[in-house]
């Protein structure tokens, strides 16, 4: 139904970024809600950042004025935007779809990434 391919994950010095990206591939007329969830070690997975259809986004609060999330709807892709690292963002990072339309008045279920490691050292 959709597939989530991610890209852009690595090593980074703290202070440094990186640009995550997922590419939605696969049979659906929209989706409503794309982002990323991360979970570090020993850790419960968490949101990150979030954006709808209608550009509308929201971020932890840890992360806020350091990354930006941005999507093309046409191209059924978003991407994340790290800046300013720090050691504490260490962890794979998740892109998942939410609210996919499939067919008109059918819906799916959340559809998850492979999922791509982050880590930042200090």
């Known amino acids: 139904q959709v597939q989530l391919v991610e890209s852009g994950g690595g090593l980074v010095q703290a202070g440094g970024s990186l640009r995550l990206s997922c590419a939605a591939s696969g049979s659906f007329m929209s989706i409503n809600y794309m982002g990323w969830y991360r979970q570090a070690p020993g850790q419960q997975r968490e949101l990150v950042a979030a954006v709808t259809s209608g550009g509308v986004t929201n971020y932890v609060d840890s992360v806020k004025g350091r990354f930006t999330i941005s999507r093309d709807n046409a191209k059924n892709t978003v991407v994340l935007q790290t800046n300013s690292l720090k050691p504490e963002d260490t962890a794979v990072y998740y892109c998942?779809?939410?609210?996919?339309?499939?067919?008109?008045?059918?819906?799916?279920?959340?559809?998850w990434g492979q999922g791509t490691q982050v880590t930042v050292s200090s």
């Open positions: 998942y779809a939410r609210g996919v339309q499939l067919t008109p008045g059918r819906y799916g279920n959340t559809y």
